[in-house]
């Protein structure tokens, strides 16, 4: 069975300093990657998502990924963040073969500070 | 277009009482998912429906937890009778079939607490 870790619980960051969000997986076959993005008392967003290809994705709000399949990674990044992105992250993974069941990271609260 | 339709938004009621969640998916979606989410377990998968069928309810905690889908514009989610470690939030999600890569839309959760 496939598994996410998101080694970082919470990150304070100062406002238009960069992050860097850590996700790793295990999973013994090829998988597809996602970022999801939830505000306070909303529900999850997609950021973005490595299908194949490039292994650098671009999303939305400025905000992107890299695959590492050696070393099983998906870590995002901003390189300045705002006040907005203060929001919990989720990083998740889908077998390729396996239907459409996403597997959840535990999530990485950030909290950017002016 | 409408996204995922979640009601009630807030629920309190009290240990022992029956709860039903409801959830609208996006019209053509043929996946549905429950996730529960609480502070302690993240994002847990309860269930997830494919053209209105059950296909994995591994993740339903136990028989007081129960879930349908009579059609392919509405779901339900039932717990009977509540207890207090069913408090979380709970959220329904659609998507289209794995040729989209399995993008999952979110709805905005029902809030549950059990007293």
């Known amino acids: 069975a496939q598994s996410v870790t998101q080694l970082d619980s919470q990150v304070p960051v100062f406002e238009e300093a960069p992050v860097e969000l850590r996700c790793n997986y295990s999973s013994s076959v090829s998988v597809y990657l996602f970022w999801y993005v939830q505000y306070p008392n909303q529900g999850l967003q997609l950021l973005l998502k490595y299908l194949s290809g490039s292994t650098l994705v671009k999303g939305i709000n400025g905000f992107e990924a890299e695959f590492n399949k050696s070393q099983t990674s998906f870590h995002l990044r901003k390189p300045s963040v705002h006040i907005s992105d203060t929001a919990e992250y989720f990083c998740?993974?889908?077998?390729?073969?396996?239907?459409?069941?996403?597997?959840f990271g535990g999530g990485t609260r950030v909290l950017v500070k002016p | 277009d409408a996204g995922v339709i979640q009601s009630p938004r807030h629920e309190v009621t009290e240990m022992g009482q029956e709860v039903t969640l409801r959830c609208k998916p996006i019209?053509?979606?043929?996946?549905l998912f429950w996730y529960r989410q609480t502070m302690m377990r993240g994002l847990e998968l309860l269930i997830y429906?494919?053209?209105?069928?059950?296909?994995?309810d591994s993740g339903m905690p136990e028989d007081r937890f129960s879930a349908k889908m009579p059609n392919a514009s509405f779901s339900t989610l039932k717990i009977q009778p509540s207890e207090p470690r069913d408090s979380a939030v709970y959220f329904c999600?659609?998507?289209?079939?794995?040729?989209?890569?399995?993008?999952?839309?979110f709805g905005e959760g029902s809030r549950l607490t059990v007293l």
């Open positions: 019209s053509g979606h043929d996946y």
């Open positions: 999600a659609s998507s289209l079939a794995h040729i989209y890569s399995g993008e999952l839309f």
């Open positions: 998740a993974v889908r077998i390729k073969a396996a239907g459409n069941k996403l597997t």
């Open positions: 429906f494919n053209n209105n069928v059950p296909i994995d």
